[in-house]
């Protein structure tokens, strides 16, 4: 993962297509991206640490830097997820399903 990587982003050219499209084809687009986002945070998170190794024996110091690295890409990740395009296809999917919802209750 490189730093300042973003990773919660929808390509300028993609929101151009994107408003091009019908509801439905927007609505499954944003499934994909949301699925692919997520996908990305749970790799992530399931990546056994491996510190840099300095030496045959890494002491804490290697132990610590890896675990500072890793706290700043979640906190940077934490902030991406509250930018607009993170947001704009959270919000258009929990709208879409509580009106699917409310199709399926009358």
């Known amino acids: 993962m490189e730093p300042g990587q973003e990773h919660f982003k929808i390509k300028p050219e993609e929101l151009q297509r994107l ?50 690295e890793r706290m700043q890409t979640i906190t940077n990740w934490s902030e991406q997820l509250k930018n607009k395009d993170f947001n704009m296809v959270k919000m258009a999917l929990i709208k879409y399903k509580q009106n699917e919802g409310k199709k399926e209750g009358q």
């Open 19 to 68: 408003q091009s499209m019908s509801e439905s084809e927007r609505i499954q687009r944003f499934e994909e991206k949301f699925d692919e986002w997520i996908k990305t945070i749970e790799r992530f998170l399931s990546t056994e640490p491996e510190p840099k190794n300095e030496g045959l024996e890494p002491g804490p110091k290697t132990e610590l830097e890896f675990w500072k």
